[in-house]
């Protein structure tokens, strides 16, 4: 079945610091990468979607600045948190979709952050 | 008026019951339908996906769907205590490729 790796599961930074987030897939070509947050006890949040080699989009209220999205290859999309800061905190999940129907949408394992 | 809207929880059952989740959609040329489980501090995984009206069957899970009154439902037969999670209904934005997703529904299967 179609896997999603997401590195890493948790990391603790300092306000003001950056942090990167990794998704790769292992055994498909993924497409779309869509990119989500989620807070306690509520649902996941969109915001952004990347496709391979171009420039991902986002929803209305990211900061595309803050949020910086690469999907240079078809398996490994990056998001990075610049100048994070506390309600920055979070729990980062990405997803991947294939080309193919079959894949569906297949989800990373998350990140959760805590900018201290 | 939210684009995926869930039957509020917490949702108890006890052991052996019947779980029913109910799930309601406002773009009608949505195609695509996901049921998610989410445990606590884990990402979602898939548990059914379903795009034809009608049911859909797998082991305990059914789901069902209904396009003509944008309504999608699932159903958790003999429910057991590792079936306490959060499920997410997720549909398919008609116009891309992105999820939808309700604010969930959290399911406690007593012992």
């Known amino acids: 079945g179609a896997v999603v790796s997401q590195h890493p599961s948790r990391v603790i930074c300092k306000s003001g610091t950056s942090v990167k987030i990794e998704c790769r897939s292992l055994?498909?070509?993924?497409?779309?990468m869509f990119w989500y947050r989620q807070f306690p006890k509520q649902s996941l949040m969109l915001m952004a979607t990347s496709n391979e080699g171009s420039k991902a989009t986002y929803e209305q209220g990211v900061e595309k600045d803050k949020f910086l999205i690469n999907h240079a290859s078809l398996t490994l999309s990056t998001l990075t948190v610049t100048s994070a800061h506390p309600e920055d905190s979070s729990f980062y999940i990405c997803s991947a979709r294939a080309g193919q129907a079959s894949y569906g949408y297949t989800f990373g394992s998350g990140t959760r952050l805590t900018v201290v | 008026q939210k684009e995926v809207e869930q039957n509020s929880g917490p949702l108890s059952v006890p052991e052996g019951a019947i779980a029913s989740l109910n799930c309601t959609y406002s773009?009608?040329?949505?195609?695509?339908f996901f049921w998610y489980r989410q445990y606590s501090g884990k990402s979602p995984e898939l548990i059914m996906s379903i795009y034809s009206n009608g049911d859909k069957e797998d082991g305990r899970f059914t789901a069902q769907l209904n396009k003509a009154s944008q309504y999608v439902s699932l159903l958790i037969r003999d429910s057991q205590p590792s079936d306490s999670a959060t499920y997410l209904c997720?549909?398919?934005?008609?116009?891309?490729?992105?999820?939808?997703f309700g604010a969930g529904t959290t399911v406690t299967v007593r012992a």
């Open positions: 997720a549909v398919r934005r008609s116009n891309d490729y992105k999820l939808s």
């Open positions: 055994d498909f070509q993924a497409t779309t």
């Open positions: 773009d009608r040329g949505s195609q695509s």
